[in-house]
């Protein structure tokens, strides 16, 4: 086994044992008030009580997505692998998940409203961002997520959350 391919597998296994705590941190940006606790229930398959039912969908968008993204850590990042990784997180929430944003979207505290993508600046969006040749670097350069609520929005960057999953993304591909 190759020195990438043991420090990629050590990627997965840690990954995988810090799970839910990255789940949390995500789901905390959506979910106001979410515990630990209530992330590790829902991790667990139980439904903490008094909690909404969008809420508790939310937490299981973002588990089954990081599974996504350990599962197929070694796929080329291109518009399916985005499209299936945001229609995950959306489904049961957001009307065409997975699919290109088609209506504006406004960002909370500012005026700007991100231009409509289009199919080819999602693919181009998408090619520049994987030539960038550090897993690091690439992470902290763009956001390439269709649009689902706050979490979402196609090649854009104003979202911090997003760079938790491209972080995934990026030092799970650690240099082939």
């Known amino acids: 086994m190759s020195k990438d391919d043991e420090s990629r597998l ?29 992330t590790q229930e829902i991790f667990e ?5 008094n909690m909404a039912v969008d809420d508790i969908i939310v937490v299981n968008n973002i588990k089954r997505a990081w599974m996504f993204l350990l599962e197929n850590v070694d796929q080329p990042v291109n518009w399916q692998y985005m499209s299936e990784y945001n229609r995950i997180l959306g489904e049961g929430l957001i009307r065409d998940a997975g699919k290109l944003r088609t209506n504006d979207v406004r960002i909370g ?6 231009e409509l993508p289009t199919m080819e600046s999602s693919h181009d969006g998408i090619s520049s961002l994987m030539k960038i040749e550090s ?9 390439p997520c269709a649009h689902q609520r706050r979490r979402r929005s196609v090649l854009h960057k104003p ?4 760079r938790i999953h491209n972080q995934a993304i990026a030092l799970l591909r650690v240099e082939r």
Not at 109 to 114: A, L, R, S, V, Y
Not at 135 to 143: F, I, K, L, M, N
């Open 10 to 38: 050590m990627a997965v296994e840690l990954a995988k044992r810090l799970l839910v705590d990255a789940i949390w941190k995500t789901a905390s940006i959506e979910v106001d008030g979410i515990s630990f606790r209530d």
């Open 109 to 114: 505290g500012t005026d700007w409203i991100p």
């Open 135 to 143: 897993p690091e670097d690439r992470a902290h350069d763009g956001e």
């Open 45 to 49: 398959g139980r439904a903490p009580a």
């Open 159 to 162: 979202i911090p959350e997003t």
